[in-house]
């Protein structure tokens, strides 16, 4: 199995690298924009699958395809969350959300393995027909959706209302997931911080890593950390440290401003 990866965040690309040739899957080469992809694949044989990245430095990854007829599986890997996917979601193979998970990647690896022998050879990537332009607009405006303003918390026999601004962050913590209050209280909630992600935001709230989305409001200091993380200080919050994943701090410090 052959493999090129296209993604413009180099530690994020190493990473994906290294995990992949974990699995022993070959990766040919890492690109890092749309008009060094398009020159590659006018070049060379187009690989088994590809692990594309949505957004590059030079523009959107589906600009690729508009120049080039791609003979590749898709796998697509993006810091977007999950709702601006499904347009096209069938059309690939899978998809992977940042911060990579090992566990993610090595089912994405093994869902391809299992199309090409029902397929055979490339025919798992070919005939893509992807709208590009309900993509686009899903991912150029995402801070045009409607997102929830307060969330409704059962507490006993009654239901309390908190509005976003007063949430400080949201952590999963025993399987569960908790909304914490910038006054430092702290309720569980029915749901998952991968549904809330699609509800919230972005503007207002990141998801720092696996097990916490923070409010922008809710922090209180950034301090330097080991392995060019950053961790966060938030607001009476102390039940454990907050740590930026590294994948993420370019995109976070891009949030700040």
Same mark, same amino acid.
């Given at each position: 199995?052959n493999?090129i ?23 040919? /080469? ?25 957004q ?21 890997? /993006? ?38 022998t ?9 005939? #893509? ?47 569960? /997931? ?21 509800? #919230?935001?972005?503007?207002d ?26 961790k ?26």
């Open positions: 199995m493999t990866i296209i993604e413009d965040e180099k530690p994020a690309a190493r990473r994906l690298e290294r995990m992949l040739e974990k699995q022993g899957v070959r990766v040919i /080469t890492v690109l890092h924009s749309v008009e060094d992809a398009i020159n590659w694949f006018q070049i060379n044989e187009h690989p088994d699958v590809l692990f594309l990245d949505i590059l430095s030079d523009g959107l990854s589906f600009e690729i395809f508009e120049k080039v007829k791609i003979q590749s599986a898709i796998i697509f890997t /993006t810091a977007f969350d999950e709702y601006a996917l499904q347009a096209f979601k069938v059309n690939s193979v899978d998809y992977l959300l940042k911060p990579i998970d090992e566990e993610e990647l090595q089912a994405a690896v093994h869902k391809y393995q299992n199309m090409k029902a397929f055979g050879g490339k025919e798992a990537g070919k005939n #893509l027909q992807i709208n590009f332009e309900e993509i686009k607009k899903l991912l150029i405006n995402p801070l045009e959706r409607e997102y929830k303003k307060r969330f409704t918390i059962k507490i006993g026999q009654h239901l309390k209302m908190i509005p976003t601004e007063e949430i400080c962050c949201f952590y999963s913590e025993n399987k569960g /997931t908790y909304l914490y209050t910038s006054e430092g209280r702290n309720y569980l909630m029915e749901t998952t911080l991968d549904a809330l992600e699609k509800e #919230l935001s972005p503007k709230f990141f998801r720092v890593n696996r097990k916490f989305i923070v409010h922008i409001h809710g922090i209180q200091d950034i301090v330097a950390y080991s392995n060019s993380r950053l966060l200080k938030m607001k009476n919050f102390s039940e454990e440290e907050i740590i930026v994943a590294r994948e993420r701090v370019k995109d976070f410090k891009d949030w700040l401003q």
